[in-house]
């Protein structure tokens, strides 16, 4: 399968601060990209999608101004958690873009960030 | 909106013990439904992915099945090994990227 390499696995930072997450395709160009959050013993609710050379659609109740995302290359999207505070702490994950009618529709995950905000 | 829903949400077995998972879903329009595991603190690893045409897909030890009209799946593990103790996740792809359900946290105890 596709192979999606997420990067940094783990994250502290303080509040306040910005934290930068890369998702890179490594094995296929990806033209739209999802990011998800992950609350402990949660599912995974989808904030954003990534789409590359223009802007991303968030999802209701995700603020774009404090999670900006860039999509400028076929392999690279990031996720740029502003001004973070300690209730932005979770795992993110992102997955490729498998939308609707494209290929067979398989998804895959990258390895996921753990952020902690302190 | 798309719900999907996991039961168990935990489940503990003894190695070696056959066991099934079971998800459901509440809009049937779906393209297709796949299997995740999830290990602490990890990312996904897909498992299985069925297509809304199909009934079933096997890979080894696992076998998903899918009755779309019904909006259920199942997860059947075959002769369960503590290696699979894992959160298994299923999601389902419409018109919008994938919905996920909570999972299935399982131990198989040796």
């Known amino acids: 399968g596709a192979v999606v390499s997420q990067h940094p696995s783990r994250v502290i930072c303080k509040s306040g601060t910005s934290v930068k997450i890369e998702c890179r395709s490594l094995?296929?160009?990806?033209?739209?990209m999802f990011w998800y959050r992950q609350f402990p013993k949660q599912s995974l609710m989808l904030m954003a999608t990534?789409?590359?050379?223009?802007?991303?659609?968030?999802e209701q109740g995700v603020e774009k101004d404090k999670f900006l995302i860039n999509h400028a290359s076929l392999t690279l999207s990031t996720l740029t958690v502003t001004s973070a505070h300690p209730e932005d702490s979770s795992f993110y994950i992102c997955?490729?873009?498998?939308?609707?009618?494209?290929?067979?529709?398989?998804?895959?995950f990258g390895q996921g960030t753990r952020l902690t905000v302190v | 909106k798309q719900e999907v829903t996991q039961i168990p949400a935990a489940l503990s077995v003894p190695e070696g013990e056959n066991l099934v998972l079971n998800c459901s879903f509440t809009?049937?329009?779906?393209?297709?439904l796949q299997w995740f595991r999830q290990d602490p603190g990890k990312g996904l690893t897909s498992l299985l992915l069925?297509?809304?045409?199909?009934r079933e897909q096997t890979s080894g030890r696992l076998n998903a099945s899918l009755d779309k009209s019904s909006g259920r799946s199942t997860l059947y593990i075959a002769a369960s090994q503590p290696g699979d103790s894992a959160t298994y996740l299923c999601?389902?792809?419409?018109?919008?990227?994938?919905?996920f359900g909570k999972g299935t946290r399982l131990s198989v105890i040796a």
């Open positions: 997955g490729t873009g498998q939308g609707p009618g494209a290929g067979n529709g398989e998804a895959f």
């Open positions: 094995d296929f160009q990806a033209t739209t």
């Open positions: 990534s789409n590359e050379g223009s802007k991303a659609t968030y």
């Open positions: 809009d049937s329009a779906i393209y297709n």
């Open positions: 069925i297509q809304s045409s199909q």
């Open positions: 999601a389902v792809r419409g018109n919008t990227p994938l919905v």
